[in-house]
């Protein structure tokens, strides 16, 4: 079962006046306090670049060492990037697997029509963009060492959310906590991520901050929403801008990576979540299901 641990009943632990998630940062924190940032102006943790200005970054930074990643089954990898001023991490994938018929999983279970493709890696940033969630890391499609795949600037200082509650470690801003893990949920189940019960796939900082991660086998051409009992808050701003999607907008900015089916079922799930938001309100009001 998907624990969102939205309500974490534990004691925040402190270092220096400053809320630190220790062990699952490893350290982090304090090992930042002990050394000066590698880069001027580089924040100790999250995301060293963001927007249109991460974007350009890799794209066209050059690759000066990758590694494998131990964890996960995709077989991705850590890239270390170079524009000759700044060095920056990236999280490196190629993974292209389509199998008919039915295929049984690691973890268990069975999927039809199987895929796992480093494109819905890009889509789902692009998708981010488009509705405004803010996360999902800057990740761009780009050729290396003779293979594509999706590119996606690393993270510092983080645990995922399956350590966070493991640890028992409880958000300093409740509604801000919130409202960030209502619109995961909402990510998930308008791209149907069918790896969406994996809470290694959401990363925390030390401020609490959320981002999605690994969106590989997501986008399945059914409309379907298998966490809809989940569903019961949404964010104002990513609700408005999904009811404004429509075929050609979409078509537009994630055609490059989805094929039609695919995109049609995202605007069927669109439809069906825009129902269900307005379900939910009907039934508690809309200040109980719209956070502000």
């Known amino acids: 079962m998907r624990v969102y641990g939205v309500d974490v009943e534990a004691p925040r632990r402190r270092f220096g006046g400053a809320c630190l998630l220790v062990l699952g940062f490893a350290g982090h924190a304090a090992a930042q306090s002990a050394r000066p940032a590698a880069q001027a102006g580089e924040p100790p943790y999250g995301l060293p670049l963001r927007g249109a200005e991460a974007e350009a970054f890799l794209r066209t930074a050059q690759v000066v060492q990758t590694k494998p990643l ?28 389509r199998q008919h018929g039915v295929k049984s999983l690691e973890g268990g279970g069975l999927a039809l029509e199987f895929v796992d493709s480093w494109k819905y890696e890009v889509a789902a940033y ?32 983080v645990i995922t959310e399956w350590d966070r509650v493991k640890q028992r470690l409880r958000p300093p801003d409740p509604e801000r906590w919130n409202r960030q893990i209502h619109g995961v949920r909402l990510l ?10 994996n809470l290694r796939n959401e990363l925390v900082d ?11 086998r997501a986008f399945r051409v059914q409309d379907f929403i298998p966490t809809e009992k989940d569903l019961q808050r949404f964010p104002r701003d990513p609700h408005e801008r999904m009811k404004a999607l429509d075929r050609p907008r979409l078509d537009a900015a994630l055609g490059r990576w989805l094929t039609g089916p695919e995109i049609e079922g995202l605007l069927r799930r669109r439809a069906r979540l825009v129902a269900l938001v307005a379900k939910r309100v009907r039934e508690k009001g809309e200040a109980a299901v719209l956070f502000p």
């Not at 609490?208 to 590989?216: E, H, L, N, P, W």
Request: proline share 4%; net charge negative.
């Open 70 to 97: 131990r964890l996960g089954v995709t077989h991705s990898e850590q890239v270390t990037l170079s524009d000759g001023t700044r060095t920056f991490k990236a999280a490196w994938k190629t993974i292209e697997e």
């Open 126 to 157: 692009e998708l981010d963009k488009l509705l405004g969630f803010g996360l999902v890391p800057p990740t761009v499609e780009r050729r290396i060492g003779g293979r594509d795949g999706a590119l996606q600037m690393w993270v510092k200082g």
């Open 188 to 197: 998930h189940a308008l791209t149907y991520d069918t790896d969406y019960r």
């Open 206 to 216: 030390p401020e609490f901050r959320v981002y999605a991660i690994d969106f590989s």
